[in-house]
């Protein structure tokens, strides 16, 4: 996971991973994928991972600093 969190954050990494997530979102919302059912247990992963705290920038520390 950590090298693709520093590929992202490359230069046009930012617009590479967006794109791929709408594209994701897009495949998602298809009404025929959405009319099928999801396995349970992908279904209680999903929930215990939206269930935990937001951590930002966990793995390399913030980005931003107002010191420099």
């Known amino acids: 996971m950590g ?3 520093q590929r992202w954050r490359s230069a046009g990494g930012e617009k590479l991973w967006l794109s791929m997530l709408i594209d994701t ?4 919302s ?3 994928l959405r009319s099928q059912p999801c396995d349970r247990s992908v279904v209680a ?3 215990a991972q939206l ?7 966990v793995h390399q520390g913030s980005g931003f600093s107002l010191r420099h």
């Open 3 to 5: 090298q693709q969190l």
């Open 51 to 57: 269930s935990r705290p937001a951590a930002p920038y």
């Open 25 to 28: 979102m897009k495949q998602a």
């Open 45 to 47: 992963a999903v929930l």
């Open 30 to 32: 298809r009404s025929e």
